[in-house]
T-cell receptor, first 113, second 118 residues
Framework: DQQVKQNSPSLSVQEGRISILNCDYTNSMFDYFLWYKKYPAEGPTFLISISSIKDKNEDGRFTVFLNKSAKHLSLHIVPSQPGDSAVYFCAASEGFGNEKLTFGTGTRLTIIP | DADVTQTPRNRITKTGKRIMLECSQTKGHDRMYWYRQDPGLGLRLIYYSFDVKDINKGEISDGYSVSRQAQAKFSLSLESAIPNQTALYFC?????????????????FGPGTRLTVL
């Protein structure tokens, strides 16, 4: 039973445009969400996070939006750059300070120059 | 120097062999995790340890065992490897309360071990 789902396995976006990656979850106990980025031959690295008490968190070109009623979050990257080409994983946890994460299946983002 | 290291980085083995993957960290974190990544399935938790005396099963622990030799070391063993254990394996660490990174609940990952079981 996949509690965190990323329904788009891949996404291609023109350089300079907006990339939108989506994530859905089913467990209503999840209250903290993270996005990780993974390059080939490397481990995932933290990108941005959001607590369930917020509906938006922004960090430079990256913004995460959370819609609790829909159990949906999205990552916006604008403008998209070639270095953003990677696999992006959504992850969720229950409880503040609980680092046990449940990961989504990942979305491979390709930025077209 | 990398904070979380994994050895070996690549391993090819045969069905039925015992194999150990090792993870070391210099971050001083108490909590360590083992994941496997498969295409289309994302990262799935195998085992985790919140301190040296604590071992917990994750989502997919069957066929695996772990040993937490010290705060800095967490090993994953496949007692009798089978082909469907071919995957990319990641070790990760975190700090209780998650206060050591830019986000709470953040985990820090090693570079991964690519394991092939023939």
């Amino acid at each position: 039973d996949q509690q965190v789902k990323q329904n788009s396995p891949s996404l291609s976006v023109q350089e300079g445009r907006i990339s939108i990656l989506n994530c859905d979850y089913t467990n209503s106990m999840f209250d903290y969400f993270l996005w990780y980025k993974k390059y080939p031959a490397e481990g995932p690295t933290f990108l941005i996070s959001i607590s369930s008490i917020k509906d938006k968190n922004e960090d430079g070109r990256f913004t995460v939006f959370l819609n609790k009623s829909a159990k949906h979050l999205s990552l916006h990257i604008v403008p998209s750059q070639p270095g953003d080409s990677a696999v992006y994983f959504c992850a969720a946890s229950e409880g503040f300070g609980n680092e046990k994460l449940t990961f989504g299946t990942g979305t491979r983002l390709t930025i077209i120059p | 120097d990398a904070d979380v290291t994994q050895t070996p980085r690549n391993r090819i083995t045969k069905t039925g062999k015992r194999i150990m993957l090792e993870c070391s960290q210099t971050k001083g974190h108490d909590r360590m995790y083992w994941y496997r990544q498969d295409p289309g399935l994302g990262l799935r938790l195998i085992y985790y340890s919140f301190d040296v005396k604590d071992i917990n099963k994750g989502e997919i622990s069957d066929g695996y065992s772990v040993s937490r030799q010290a705060q800095a070391k967490f090993s994953l063993s496949l007692e009798s490897a089978i082909p469907n254990q071919t995957a990319l394996y990641f070790c990760a660490t975190s700090d209780p309360g998650g206060g050591s990174g830019p986000a709470y609940n953040e985990q820090f990952f090693g570079p991964g071990t690519r394991l092939t079981v023939l």
